[in-house]
């Protein structure tokens, strides 16, 4: 992107040109310092040994954590599709409701984000807890905390407004036509959506499901405080090879991870080619 | 021909704007019915009301003599052409117009051959497998005119379906849709601001103001002899002057007595007199029955649009005969020429040439355009 830029600069006019590298620098700066810079470090890292030279020893010994990864995996694609399901009507409720209603809705949904995730992971730990808010109010002794459940509940919590937004964005961007059309030609308002609008919203699904799962296979917050110390994801490995300071295999790790999910990215991309109003590139 | 589509003093308002007034309408089955009108006349709610796309606030709704007013679009045998083609993007040509067959479960051989038929007669063989994105305008419409057609509504309705196209294309259209009503034998409702694509294309012509019907006829019927101002003015060119009904065959209008065929008005009665520029005949001064003073003249191709001044009242007339501007002319007008209308509330406010330009022309065609 960078250097498209500098293309386009190029051909217009010499100072002009002047003036927008001048207006870039501190952005390209900014880039170069906290987004290129990092990811070189993680790279020389995970090549390295402990002493600096070139290794591939890290990256041939996380096949011990493939286990976790599978459970990463497992839990939030479990999570993502719970996301989807519970989302996508959402979406499509909020995109048919009366424009000042959008607007409420969408600050409703918005509004938990303004708190810190953090904060609200550690609030369903207090309210699901053994001898928290939900037990006491039902007077049951539920174990939630520690259990898959509590995991996925908490991910889908977390994350659910990312499944939301862009299909309701797709949803609200179709034209009216294509409902009146779908409508005219005998579709049953189920029909309308299964035939028309499912299809026509599957790049803002496919936009969703990358937003959600991504940050669902990655974090570590959510599984140490709701999986209670039972689970450990590969975003908690990673933190605590860094933690203990082997650092050579978390930032292997996050070599490998970060390869994964730019060829799932890449997937999904191929995946939606040609349909509209998707939010992932 | 049966009453097929009835409207029953159907009123509708949007934020309390009334856009239809106690409509009374019937259609019949088999005819090409246009419902002609400027833009916000109520034309398209009119149509969106009978597609089941908009629900009458008042008034009945009758299909083949059964109320339908609460049967939901989809249930309806009445398919809609939109303007804007609304064909469906995740699907092909084929798909398209295969859509509402799929709907209905129709087996896979009769579904090919029902949309091969339907491609043959839009003329689009071969495209079958094309994105519709990469169809021109026409080509879109010509699917989604075969999607609507091809689950055998019993009307079609046609939401201005030629308004995206440029003019070539429009009349080519204009014959092709006729051909295709005559071939498949079924009611079409044509909704258009376009009055020349009206006259061309319809058995009977529905002019509509201000939500309410101005008249109800033939083609001919319409422009040879409109019911009011409004009527005349919107079809064609037409010189509204007033005059007073003198006697049965007479009428006195611009300092002159006429003869003309019109009767049964009261003995002087105020009416509205129209006559139709290609009706005056131009002579010389001694030789007419009125006389004024070329005010513009503007080549048309086939004719020249002469503006006159008579008596401060600025005529249109169409001569293929030139005459020069700041010349004093003389017109004769045919009693056949005149016709007489009952005043209305659409008096005075068309027919006269005073404020013609051809800019004003676009400026309401911009706005036809916006209404969609």
Redesign the interface.
Same mark, same amino acid.
């Given at each position: 992107m960078l250097f498209a830029d500098d293309g386009i600069c190029l051909k217009m006019k010499k100072n002009k040109s002047l003036m927008h590298s001048i207006a870039a620098a501190p952005h390209i700066f900014w880039a170069a310092l906290f987004i290129v810079v990092p990811l070189l470090i993680v790279v020389y890292y995970a090549f390295t040994d402990v002493e600096g030279g070139f290794s591939m020893e890290n990256i041939f010994g996380l096949t011990e954590y493939f286990d976790i990864f599978l459970l990463s995996l497992e839990l939030a694609v479990i999570a993502t599709f719970v996301c989807l399901l519970v989302g996508y009507p959402m979406a499509y409720f909020i995109a048919k409701a009366d424009p000042k209603m959008q607007k409420i809705y969408m600050m409703l949904l918005m509004l938990p984000m303004w708190t810190n995730l953090l904060i609200r992971t550690y609030s369903i730990m207090a309210i699901l807890d053994d001898g928290g808010f939900l037990n006491t109010l039902l007077g049951t002794e539920l174990h939630i905390i520690g259990t898959k459940g509590a995991v996925i509940f908490g991910m889908v919590y977390d994350f659910l407004p990312y499944m939301v937004l862009p299909i309701y964005t797709c949803i609200s961007k179709i034209?009216k036509?294509?409902w009146?059309?779908?409508?005219?030609?005998?579709?049953?308002p189920l029909?309308v959506l299964t035939?028309?609008i499912l299809?026509?919203s599957?790049s803002g699904i496919i936009s969703g499901v990358t937003m959600v799962l991504v940050p669902c296979i990655s974090t570590f917050y959510i599984s140490q405080k709701l999986g209670g110390g039972t689970f450990e994801l590969i975003g908690d490995t990673i933190e605590r090879q860094f933690v203990s300071g082997t650092l050579n295999v978390g930032a292997a790790l996050s070599f490998v991870m970060m390869i994964l999910i730019l060829i799932s990215l890449w997937v999904m991309h191929k995946f939606s080619d040609g349909q509209e109003g998707g939010i992932v590139p | 021909m049966a009453k097929l589509i009835e409207l029953k003093g159907i009123s509708k308002s949007f934020d309390g704007e009334r856009v239809l007034n106690s409509i009374n309408l019937y259609i019949r089955d088999g005819e090409f019915v246009t419902l002609l009108g400027p833009s916000g006349c109520g034309k398209t709610t009119m149509l969106r009301i009978i597609?089941?796309?908009e629900t009458a606030d008042e008034g009945e709704l009758l299909f083949d003599g059964a109320p339908i007013r609460d049967v939901? $679009?989809?249930k309806r045998p009445?398919?809609?052409v939109?303007q804007?083609y609304?064909?469906?993007?995740?699907l092909n040509v084929y798909e398209n117009i295969a859509?509402?067959l799929r709907?209905?479960k129709v087996a896979e051989e009769s579904i090919k051959q029902r949309v091969t038929e339907m491609l043959r007669m839009v003329a689009l063989v071969g495209f079958e497998n094309k994105d519709v994105s990469t169809l021109s305008g026409g080509q879109q419409q010509r699917v989604a005119i075969a999607? $609507?057609l091809i689950?055998h509504p019993k009307v079609l309705l046609l939401d201005e379906p030629l308004g995206a196209l440029d003019l070539k294309l429009r009349k080519d259209m204009q014959n092709e849709l006729k051909n295709i009503q005559k071939a498949v034998g079924i009611t079409f409702i044509y909704v258009t601001h376009d009055q020349e694509e009206a006259l061309s294309m319809s058995d009977t012509i529905v002019v509509m103001a201000e939500g309410e019907i101005q008249q109800i006829g033939t083609p001919t019927d319409i422009y040879n002899e409109p019911k009011n101002a409004f009527v005349a003015d919107f079809i064609g060119e037409s010189n509204i002057v007033d005059g007073i009904m003198l006697a049965d065959k007479s009428v006195r209008m611009s300092g002159h007595t006429f003869e003309c065929l019109d009767g049964g008005f009261g003995k002087n009665e105020p009416v509205d007199v129209v006559v139709r520029p290609e009706d005056v005949d131009v002579v010389a001064p001694e030789k007419g029955m009125l006389t004024g003073t070329v005010t513009s003249v503007t080549f048309k191709g086939v004719h020249y649009e002469i503006i006159v001044d008579i008596g401060g009242f600025k005529w249109m007339i169409q001569s293929t005969d030139y005459v020069a501007p700041e010349q004093h002319i003389g017109l004769y007008i045919e009693p056949d020429a005149i016709h007489i209308m009952k005043k209305s509330k659409f008096s005075g406010m068309f027919g006269d040439y005073s404020s013609f330009s051809d800019e004003i022309d676009t400026l309401s065609d911009a706005d036809a355009a916006e209404e969609f």
């Open positions: 034209n036509n294509m009146e059309a779908a409508s005219d030609l005998g579709c049953s029909q035939k028309v299809p026509l599957l | 597609g089941g796309f939901p $679009a989809y009445v398919n809609t939109f804007k609304a064909l469906f993007p995740h859509f509402p709907l209905q999607r $609507a689950s």
